[in-house]
């Protein structure tokens, strides 16, 4: 009992008191904290923004160690659902273009009801600078296909013809190649011409027709599709369009120049057509 | 010491193998891609600088793997390109073991007439069984050999280098 009330902490209680009876007072009279408040949140409050500074740190970091884990899952979650969600996109537009592929397929099968038909891919093209070639991702052990088969786009559009067919893959030249020939229709003449790939314009993508019956009635952008005639290629398929029309060197006989309607730098997948009605 | 010889050998056909395959991919893979047209024979260009290196022998096997990759390149059965490059690497061997000095000047020589003698084998089907006129065969040969020469120019290190791997 004698250590508690002791001198000193009769004093300090004192002070405590008074302190207490000023603040109180001041309370009461104004409202406000009273002088000693006020002394003391003066002289406390750098520290007090020190402390604060030093908490919100701290918080920080104690926030950040807390939460690392649980933002890393987060994080590795939302990167796998963007990656889905991209992955999904890319599937989704693949799948679209392949159905609309296989829609114009459709048309075309049920158009030409006498087609057999084998899906490829154009895996490579030919990195000579004298022809225009390409392999396809088809061969003798995989499909039908045989030397001489036209390849088509699924719209029923022209790209080429079989070469070689190796065990696996198949080359194939292509509609602006030197070597290809085919028998073809214009939309507006009747009797056919020949369309054929040209060295000189196979550089500029484009194809020559010939033999033109009546090259009056010809004009640009006229369709050229095949005629059916010498039993490699079905009849109507598209072979393009007529780019413009010139004389030869001599001057006797016209021919035109013809732009495929494939698009040659575009195209990846193909249809061969391995059977089909001959037209006598 | 036998071990040491098959070691060498080895790396030997490593480096080559590697080198060849790289030039394969450029070829058949990425010139076509953005240099239509206008695609730079490297594995002729490989035959050629590497034979010109090397013996007859050593530069006739060089040819024909080279010329067989190049027919596979060129989407061709492995015949034209095959013999021809193994012709070629025999040719070169023998001339760089003998009358040619290995340097720069004599390297551009073989590999100018490796690219001219393939250009005159690729035009000539065109020229003589199909018709065509000279001259686009022609620009198509010497846009091929510009480009093909600037790129043997940028593969003269490369070359060398392996070819020095190869003759320790």
Not at chain 1, 249 to 263: K, R
Request: glycine share 8%; net charge negative.
């Amino acid at each position: 009992m004698k250590k508690l009330f002791s001198k000193k902490g009769i004093t300090a209680v004192i002070i405590a008191a008074i302190i207490a009876a000023i603040t109180g007072i001041s309370l009461i009279l104004n409202s406000n904290p009273g002088i000693v408040t006020n002394t003391v949140e003066t002289i406390l409050s750098p520290i007090k923004t020190v402390t604060a500074s030093i908490a919100s740190v701290c918080e920080k970091i104690y926030g950040y160690m807390n939460d690392f884990d649980r933002l890393l899952e987060t994080n590795a979650q939302l990167r796998a659902q963007l990656a889905g969600s991209s992955q999904e996109e890319r599937e989704f537009a693949e799948l679209e273009k392949e159905n609309e592929r296989l829609r114009e397929l459709l048309g075309l099968a049920q158009r030409n009801s006498d087609y057999e038909f084998e899906m490829a891919a154009i895996i490579n093209w030919s990195s000579s600078n004298w022809e225009s070639t390409f392999t396809i991702n088809k061969g003798s052990a995989n499909s039908a296909i045989e030397e001489g088969d036209c390849v088509i786009t699924s719209a029923g559009e022209v790209v080429g013809v079989v070469k070689t067919v190796s065990t696996v893959t198949s080359v194939c030249i292509s509609v602006v190649d030197s070597d290809f020939a085919v028998s073809v229709n214009l939309n507006k003449v009747t009797g056919s011409a020949s369309a054929k790939g040209d060295y000189a314009l196979m550089k500029d993508g484009l194809l020559m027709l010939d033999y033109i019956n009546d090259s009056n009635k010809v004009l640009p952008g006229d369709t050229v599709i095949t005629s059916g005639k010498g039993g490699v290629f079905p009849d109507g398929l598209l072979v393009g369009y007529i780019v413009e029309i010139s004389s030869d060197e001599t001057g006797l006989s016209d021919y035109a120049t013809v732009e495929p309607a494939a698009d040659l730098d575009n195209v990846m997948d193909v249809f061969v057509i391995t059977e089909f009605e001959i037209i006598e | 010491m036998l071990s040491k010889i098959r070691r060498e050998t080895v790396l030997d056909i490593v480096y080559n193998g590697i080198f060849l395959l790289v030039l394969y991919v450029l070829q058949a893979g990425v010139f076509p891609w953005f240099a239509e047209g206008a695609v730079p024979l490297l594995l002729v260009i490989a035959a050629a600088g590497l034979s010109h290196f090397t013996d007859s022998g050593r530069g006739a096997v060089l040819g024909l793997f080279c010329g067989i990759l190049c027919d596979v390149a060129l989407g061709r059965p492995t015949i034209i390109y095959t013999v021809t490059l193994s012709i070629i690497g025999l040719f070169l061997g023998y001339l760089g073991d003998t009358i040619l000095s290995r340097r720069f000047p004599s390297y551009l020589i073989c590999c100018l007439g490796a690219l001219v003698v393939v250009s005159f084998v690729q035009m000539f089907a065109l020229l003589f069984f199909e018709d065509v006129a000279i001259f686009p065969l022609l620009i198509t040969a010497v846009i091929q050999i510009v480009t093909s020469m600037v790129c043997a120019v940028l593969l003269y290190p490369v070359i060398k280098w392996i070819s020095r791997k190869s003759r320790r």
